[in-house]
């Protein structure tokens, strides 16, 4: 370990020799609603973002955003009792009704405990803007203090688990995976579904634009996000939701499931530094990455790719770009970095786990997917760029940076799993 | 404004939990309480507690004028904070690599309210920029993370009726499984949600809002346990799994008054279900003792 892991580090103690794994992906976001069409969106560098009515917000003059439109009606679900939820636990059910399909484990449902840990920043913030704008008064008296999306969503798919809701900004997915694999090996459940997602507001589309976080680029919408690119001006928002299977991998081998590839680390730390600008000192966030490949017992040597967080703002970027440089040391000249906020847009609450799909991409296609945009690379960003187009190339194990507002970093690192015999 | 915690130079609790099935215990991770203080006010003594979150003396100072922007919830967890800093028994001890656990019920609501208004006369572009950062799930955490000097994890848990129950089950699994000195758990919620103005936002009743700190840090010798177990035959979703079992608006107050309790060397237990086949107790390490030894 090294001493800065070891000084303050936090990542998982060996108390359960157990390789959790991913044995199921559901989504619906701007790029596909599958693991198959995500990868395919990624890997051939499409872009989600495109403009949109800029009344439905509330602005005028040009916006652009990576929307997502129709979201499947999930299994066992009536039609009536879909269109009756709001967007965001629509997207939520139906993405991790879908990773319990894509699992195999739909029907087997009632005979597990199942858990979900759900990542989901905002839940209450926006169904008050929503009911405000129907004309309801929830938010100035509030008399009905219903069930969270995570247990609406539990109930719908009658699942017998423990459910969280957790939020750390744009880290929340991130965070909710590190605690679902924590329930899987302490056996407290069986499975364990984890994700995230967040739909986009007048008044968050706002917020974040009042904080001179989005472009305001006005020109392409094919142009507008470019991570470490020297032209950026912020990120593009975007909305979806992803929900993972996580299981110890004795289980999916028993049950001859299909393996996306296993949830082999996880660091956490707070920069301590401001509740909104990330810290120009990089240690902490690299913390998180050091301690991530501590937990996985690897080192940067073992890393082939590295999924970003970089969503396009001058300060992250140059700061994880920092941070990557400390953490992968002699390695970084090697391992491809890319971001994947240049073709989704930023996820916010559902970033992290869309990019642990980009990563379970990388794993799967043995190919590192691109960073659109990217003609001059910010010489502050002085990382291995994959620009413009994907790169084949071996994808042993891949790292996924995710950093939230209030200093929130966090670190997953995935591993290719050996197909069984 | 009231301060609902007593002093103890004795106090430390043991935060055990037991994963059984109806065969074996699967794993019994223990840690400790080792501080903790409960901070009451009101609407109008909400100000009062933002310039000055803590009236003795802190052994950890905010930045100037940190509190302005924060939330209501933010404010009384972070003075909750200080004071249970206050009472640990090593006051030099560092907290810097200790992580900030926020399960706030309900957090940001008069922030959104104002914000609501202001959008119905301003359009977006009166949207604070304090929104995102401040009144969000996030917000608390992060505020404790920043204010503080801790780089341990911070991040928001539950944010609904469920928050206490959510946040104690992360909480008791966190330090089993993770590298961390120590996190402060807090839990805030309004004893009675405030109704507001709906011409701009503002609290038109002084309701009382509350919030419980916990230090917890990994087992010692300590006089008392938190413990979960999980009954393994619970294991089917039926109407009684279906929705919360724990959102009763006493039982944070409860919580404490247990902590209380054990902290003067009494017996006392707090149990929590969580409606999945789980239970949560607050008990002292002696009638812990005294049931496993019947």
Redesign the interface.
Known sequence: MSSLAR???????N?AAMNVVVTGIGAVTPLGHSFEDISASLLSGKTAIREVTPDR???SGRHFMAKIDEIPCPPETLADEFNQMDRLEQACLSSAAQSLVNAGLWNNR?N??IGIVAG??????KQ??ID?HDGG?Q????TR????VV?RIR?SM????????????CA?SG?AMA?AR??V????VDVCLTGGGDIIT??????????RALSRRDDDPALVSRPFDRDRDGFVIGEGSAFMVLESERSARQRNATIFGEMAGVG?????????IPSLEPT?AA?AILSAMDDAGVTPADIDYINAHAAGTLVGDRAEAAAIRIAMNTEVGRIPVSSTKSMSGHLLSGAAVFEAIACLTAIAHQTVPPTLNLDHPDPQCDVLHVPHQSRPQRVRAAASNSF?????N?CVIFREVAKAA | MTFGFKQSANESFLLMVSVKSSMETLSQPHCSVTSHAFVQTTVSGIDLLRKNPCSTRAVSELPPRFLRHSDEHTVVGISAVLHAMNRFEDQTRSIESWGALAAPRHPGRLMAAQTLCSVRTKGVSGVSTQVIPQCLLHGMSSAVSVGLGMHGPNFGIGGGPDALQEGLTIAVGFLHTRIVPGIWMIFTQWDQEPVLSAEDGSPLSDSSICGLAMAIEPAGTQPARIRMSIDRSACSWNDQTKGPHARADHALRDLSQALDSIANGELARWSLSSGWGASLHVESLNSLSSREAA
């Open positions: 000084n303050g580090c936090v990542s998982a103690h108390f917000y509330g602005r009632s597990m405990r989901i920043g905002g839940e209450h913030l008050w803007e405000f008064t938010v100035f008296h509030l203090t219903g069930q969270s247990y109930d009658q699942l017998c688990g423990p459910a969280v809701c957790v939020a750390a900004a929340s965070y605690i924590d329930w090996r302490m056996g407290w007048p008044v968050s589309l706002a917020g974040f634009h009042n904080l956490m730390s707070s920069d301590a530094s401001h509740m909104v902490y913390r939230g507002f209030g200093g929130a966090l």
